[in-house]
């Protein structure tokens, strides 16, 4: 689930000019737009996208900060760590487009446009949630303090002192939007824009909450309590509707995107939902047979060393390795491949007893065991 670089997606080289993304962004703004490509969600996405890379690649600080760390330096659960949304994308597309912040797209698309009163919408927090194997395995519950935008309390996050000093917009009537007649160059149109007077919103406070300046929200610090279902895997994104930045003046509050970090387990390795363990013995254990424990996930077990096991050899516990995470496939196994050290120094009596050995037949291996294919040899080590 690796971010697309924001150069490819605007299709401009590294060394790209202000006018060049901007150019670059107007264009597949267009394309993409969801007046022309309506209900097709990949279209939705790479507008979405096209205006984030534009968002961060406008912004000299932010574009030299990606241009040196690349994503990992756009911030993770500050203010501003992307994810936007539609109304925060059409709010800048006056800057875009030219004209007085409305959006284009009512007069070249013919549709209605976004008529009525606009809901402020909060911008989504991304955070990385670090876990071990061991809660992996389990699910685990994570308190994390995140810094984002919180209701303002004192006007109950609506901006106005007191709660309720605002009036009616006079310019639209409360309705959010105004209509004029323009000349374009497909002839006289009527465009429907966001009411300049009011932002959209159909009221004007009279008087400012001062703690929030009117904004209806101010910057805080929230413990918020994450559940990790068992499962989860690196670079997973689960995401908590609602606990994002809380948006100005009562408007709907963004979402909590939670990204899955592992933290490598000295132990295991882990492919998919199986885990994979080595357990090294001893060439008598493996020649005479034995006994050993391994360590799972939750606690050791025992396991048995046949007489005659062949280096490489992988026994498979069933069920001892993770949950899948949606619970249908039920849990992954554990491998445990046997490994067969070899000592590296020698006694003198050591050498001569495996020179003796060594010489016996039983210690070569046979010309059909030499002559397996390697894919008919690796299907012999694996127990099923
Ligand atoms: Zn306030
Ligand atoms: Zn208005």
């Known amino acids: 689930m690796s971010k697309r670089d924001y150069y490819e997606i605007l299709e401009v080289s590294k060394d790209a000019s202000p006018e060049e993304l901007k150019k670059a962004y107007r264009k597949q703004a267009i394309k993409f737009h969801p007046d022309k490509n309506p209900g097709k969600k990949d279209a939705e996405?790479?507008?979405?996208?096209?205006?984030?890379?534009?968002?961060?690649?406008?912004?000299?600080?932010?574009?030299?900060?990606y241009d040196q760390y690349g994503h990992a330096g756009m911030g993770n659960g500050g203010f501003g760590g992307g994810g936007m949304n539609m109304e925060d994308i059409f709010s800048h597309f006056g800057d875009i487009f030219g004209g007085g912040g409305?959006?284009?797209?009512?007069?070249f698309f013919g549709g209605g446009g976004r008529r009525g009163k606009s809901v402020n919408r909060g911008s989504n927090l991304r955070v990385k949630v670090k876990l071990t194997l061991e809660e992996i395995a389990n699910g685990v519950e994570k308190k994390i303090k995140v810094n984002k935008y919180l209701s303002c309390k004192t006007c109950k996050g609506t901006g106005a002192k007191g709660g309720s000093s605002y009036n009616t917009c006079s310019t639209c009537r409360g309705s959010g939007h105004v209509s004029r007649v323009t000349?374009?160059?497909?002839?006289?149109?009527?465009?429907?824009q966001v009411c300049p007077n009011c932002g959209g919103e159909g009221q004007i406070i009279t008087d400012k909450c001062t703690d929030c300046a009117g904004n209806g929200v101010v910057k805080g610090e929230e413990v918020i309590s994450i559940r990790i279902p068992a499962g989860v895997a690196e670079g997973m994104q689960l995401s908590m509707s609602g606990n994002g930045n809380a948006a100005a003046r009562s408007g709907v509050p963004g979402d909590l995107?939670?990204?899955?970090?592992?933290?490598?387990?000295?132990?295991?390795?882990?492919?998919g939902n199986n885990l994979l363990y080595e357990h090294y013995i001893t060439f008598s254990e493996a020649a005479l047979g034995s006994s050993a424990e391994v360590p799972t996930i939750d606690g050791k077990v025992k396991i048995k060393i046949d007489p005659g096991t062949q280096s490489g050899k992988v026994l498979r516990l069933r069920g001892k390795g993770l949950s899948s995470i949606n619970g249908y496939e039920g849990k992954g196994d554990l491998l445990i491949s046997i490994v067969i050290w070899t000592p590296k120094t020698l006694t003198k009596e050591e050498r001569i007893m495996l020179e003796k050995l060594g010489n016996s037949d039983n210690f070569k291996p046979s010309q059909e065991t030499r002559d397996k294919n390697i894919f008919s040899r690796m299907k012999d080590l694996f127990e099923q």
């Open 45 to 65: 996405d790479k507008f979405k996208e096209a205006a984030e890379a534009y968002e961060v690649l406008s912004d000299q600080n932010k574009r030299q900060r």
């Open 102 to 107: 409305n959006d284009p797209f009512s007069s």
């Open 183 to 192: 000349s374009t160059f497909l002839g006289q149109m009527q465009t429907t």
């Open 257 to 271: 995107l939670i990204q899955i970090e592992e933290i490598r387990h000295e132990k295991f390795e882990r492919d």
